[in-house]
């Protein structure tokens, strides 16, 4: 068996950096979900993705493998007609049953994309699944105190103006995400204007996770 090799902390630091700018960038306020639960998601996305990518020691058998390329295909299928197939149409399809199909994907360890459509309910992507405030995940919920205080740490590197439109649009104080007209309404510009400090906010955002890392969410990733 080949020695156990994962990613370095510094490619954890590079791929939990990618995943908090990946939640800025696609982050839709108009939505309604929290910031924090949907940048969390992308960071251990992004950390997970990359240890499953890089870890050579993960082998799946060769009959597992078929059916879960069976599944792909069936479901690629089902999307070229026009349909998002449930999980029932799949297993039908492949000649499984939905349980058996659960479990090959539970052990594929592949994580969905945020943006991609959840299965059990079709046409929901997973931000407005987690939107849900009647959705509580248990450990996205303990660690909320923990992340709120990393991204005021982080917003701390902006201007007293850039901080204060990055917390009305992505609603981190309240959780009431702004669009581009109201906070211009509120601080007296045009929303052009604020969709112009915002860029360049996140602009800075970016280039301070590309130098310095993510030393301080890894403790929210493993």
Not at 92 to 106: F, S
Not at 155 to 184: A, M, N, T
Not at 191 to 218: D, F, I, N, P, T
Request: glycine share 6%; proline share 5%; hydrophobic share 35%.
């Amino acid at each position: 068996m080949p020695p156990m090799s994962f990613p370095s902390s510094s490619d954890m630091d590079s791929e939990g950096s990618m995943g908090l700018m990946k939640s800025l960038e696609k982050f839709k306020p108009q939505v309604g979900c929290r910031f924090s639960t949907y940048a969390y998601w992308w960071i251990r996305q992004s950390i997970r993705q990359a240890v499953v990518l890089k870890s050579r020691t993960i082998r799946l058998p060769e009959n597992v493998h078929a059916l879960l390329t069976q599944i792909k295909n069936a479901r690629k299928s089902y999307i070229q007609e026009g349909h998002h197939p449930t999980n029932e149409e799949l297993a039908k399809r492949v000649g499984i049953t939905v349980e058996k199909m659960e479990m090959l994907l539970a052990s594929a360890r592949n994580p969905l994309s945020i943006q991609q459509t959840a299965w059990r309910d079709e046409g929901a992507t997973f931000q407005e699944i987690t939107a849900d405030p009647g959705v509580e995940i248990p450990e996205i919920s303990a660690t909320k105190q923990l992340m709120r205080r990393h991204v005021h740490n982080l917003l701390s590197i902006l201007s007293p103006r850039e901080r204060q439109i990055i917390q009305f649009r992505y609603g981190i104080h309240d959780g009431e995400c702004k669009s581009l007209l109201v906070i211009g309404t509120v601080l007296g510009v045009s929303k052009e204007r604020v969709r112009q400090v915002e860029s360049r906010a996140l602009s800075k955002l970016k280039h301070h996770l590309s130098s310095e890392g993510l030393e301080a969410y890894r403790g929210l990733l493993i």
